[in-house]
């Protein structure tokens, strides 16, 4: 009898355990540390596949980046770094950025080169190498070198194709004008006899 129960008592002792152990390794698996998705775009060296810097490693695309991370992208490389909900920003060649974030935002420090927001849940705050600091937002830019960026900064450098189309309104409209007005009439059709096919 004595023995039953002794063995009882021991499977009971290593059963509580194994549930101890196994509630304690769920919870420290989910403990909330948020990382982000490395993506790298580029042409590698000797058909390799092509990488960027993390903090002074080389690393491809699929590598886990944490905050206080520092990237790095050669002249020939940019780098996309997913944040799952937070969002996503580009980095581009020849560039370089400290990143901090947390389950709340994405912030960074921007030494050389551009990132671009490229979706976020919230602003991204980023400080330039001038100590300017910009909260951006999807689809803006930052340099390390000048202010922000809007997504629309491309469209004011072709200002100056909206005032040539607008120009070419104007003529077509003047050379409208002017046909409408002037002395010469245009006959249409002619004088020329119409035959009906029934007779």
């Not at 355990?17 to 769920?26: H, K, M, R």
């Not at 491809?60 to 520092?70: P, V």
């Not at 930052?142 to 004011?156: E, I, N, R, V, W």
């Not at 072709?158 to 002037?182: D, E, H, K, P, Y």
């Amino acid at each position: 009898m004595n023995s039953k129960l002794w063995i009882r008592k021991a499977l009971s002792a290593c059963l509580s355990l194994s549930l101890l152990a196994t509630c304690s390794l769920v919870a420290l698996a989910n403990s909330g540390k948020v990382s982000g998705e490395l993506t790298v775009a580029g042409n590698g060296v000797s058909s390799q596949a092509p990488s960027v810097l993390v903090n002074g490693e080389a690393a491809q695309s699929g590598r886990s980046i944490f905050s206080t991370s520092t990237i790095v992208t050669p002249d020939d490389a940019s780098a996309v770094i997913g944040f799952g909900k937070l969002g996503k920003i580009e980095v581009a060649p020849n560039s370089s950025i400290s990143l901090s974030f947390d389950e709340k935002g994405i912030s960074g420090n921007l030494s050389s080169g551009k990132i671009t927001v490229l979706g976020a849940s919230s602003s991204v705050n980023v400080t330039n190498l001038n100590g300017q600091t910009a909260n951006l937002m999807t689809g803006e830019s930052m340099l390390a070198s000048g202010g922000p960026q809007d997504k629309d900064d491309d469209d004011h450098h072709g200002g100056a194709a909206w005032w040539a189309f607008g120009a070419v309104l104007v003529a077509a409209g003047a050379l409208i004008i002017w046909s409408a007005t002037r002395d010469s009439e245009v006959a249409l059709g002619g004088g020329g006899t119409v035959v009906s096919p029934t007779r």
